[in-house]
């Protein structure tokens, strides 16, 4: 399949290195064009050692990068949606599916002011645990091996799911907002930066999945977790809701990335890395854009949350800004005035 990969970190190499070498034709697009051009050849590093592999190509343009790509991936972190909303927009053309990983409902976002007949798709975490060794070496410690998708619109879920599923092990579910209500970071990173953030500020480096996740960070995270379920159970979201227990626990449910990969995530030492609170994808992605839209769905549909709303008045007070008012909520989206009738037709 021929497959446009937008974006330069960790995800973007990640999917262009091992989406290439499961055969995929594939085309890298980043702002950085220097950075890009030494990209043509990346290597591959996993569990079956080290391997280079060839691009079909890299491209500064991004007109370039999507023509008659078949699927367009974007793992870039969801306060970059906006920017390459505006960028992909002239360039898109029927039939193509556009797929956000993880989305925090940025399938809405990409989608307006689109003319052509595309289908917009997002899921609940990155396809792979990865880090980069090197500017151009992508690291992958487990790919998952469930990944809940839904489409804006929902209608075209038809033709969108089976591209996906060429690629990725994507199981449907009812729409965008129900997929945006499956994104793992706001659930599983703001416990572990904003109650770890005494050793993050204090040592150079420190491992938030490893020596951070104690149990009782491990039973704030449940309890968001579990308002996180309770909204999509009110708004009649079907499970599997993929609780993040199951992430930790070595035998239940698989999660998303499969059985015992919490433990080949601290065995790596990949995450034992610097976070600068106010800076970090963390705080800036899983703070400010996905859990301020948790609390926003959890009011427009009168489930309390007060854990989630706790921790984001935390991260508000970390970097200085209300982010329930300024955050990516559904009110700042325009969408909060809508009854549940609404939202739904209008998902669909």
Not at 223 to 239: F, H, P, T
Request: with cysteine.
């Amino acid at each position: 399949m021929k497959i446009a990969v937008i974006g330069g970190g960790n995800g973007a190499y990640a999917a262009a290195a091992d989406l290439t070498h499961k055969g995929h034709e594939v085309r890298l697009w980043r702002r950085n064009a220097e950075a890009l051009a030494a990209s043509r050849t990346l290597v591959l590093k996993d569990g079956d050692g080290e391997r280079k592999v060839a691009l079909a190509s890299v491209s500064p343009d991004i007109a370039d990068a999507v023509r008659g790509a078949e699927l367009i991936f974007l793992p870039d972190p969801a306060f970059t949606q906006q920017d390459n909303a505006k960028r992909l927009a002239p360039h898109l053309s029927d039939g193509q599916v556009v797929f956000l990983a993880p989305g925090t409902f940025g399938s809405w976002i990409m989608a307006q002011g689109v003319k052509a007949d595309v289908a917009f798709a997002e899921t609940g975490t990155l396809p792979w645990l990865t880090r980069k060794h090197g500017p151009t070496t992508a690291a992958i410690t487990a790919r998952a091996t469930r990944l809940p998708a839904g489409v804006y619109p929902a209608s075209a879920s038809a033709r969108a799911i089976p591209v996906l599923k060429k690629v990725f092990p994507v199981e449907p579910v009812e729409d965008a907002l129900s997929a945006a209500l499956m994104n793992a970071g706001p659930v599983i990173h703001p416990p572990l930066i904003l109650m770890n953030a005494g050793p993050l500020e204090h040592f150079e480096r420190w491992d938030i999945h490893k020596e951070g996740t104690q149990p009782s960070i491990r039973r704030v995270t449940d309890m968001l977790d579990a308002e996180r379920i309770a909204a999509r159970v009110a708004l009649g979201y079907r499970a599997p809701h993929f609780p993040l227990a199951d992430h930790y626990s070595a035998d239940g449910d698989e999660w998303m990335y499969g059985r015992k990969v919490h433990k080949k995530l601290t065995d790596s030492n990949d995450w034992r890395e610097r976070i600068v609170l106010t800076e970090h994808r963390y705080m800036r992605e899983d703070v400010e854009h996905g859990l301020a839209f948790l609390v926003s769905v959890c009011d427009w549909a009168h489930v309390p949350c007060p854990v989630a709303a706790g921790l984001l008045a935390l991260g508000s007070a970390v970097v200085g800004k209300d982010l329930r008012r300024e955050g990516r909520t559904l009110e700042n989206l325009g969408l909060a005035g809508f009854s549940r009738e609404e939202m739904r037709a209008r998902l669909a």
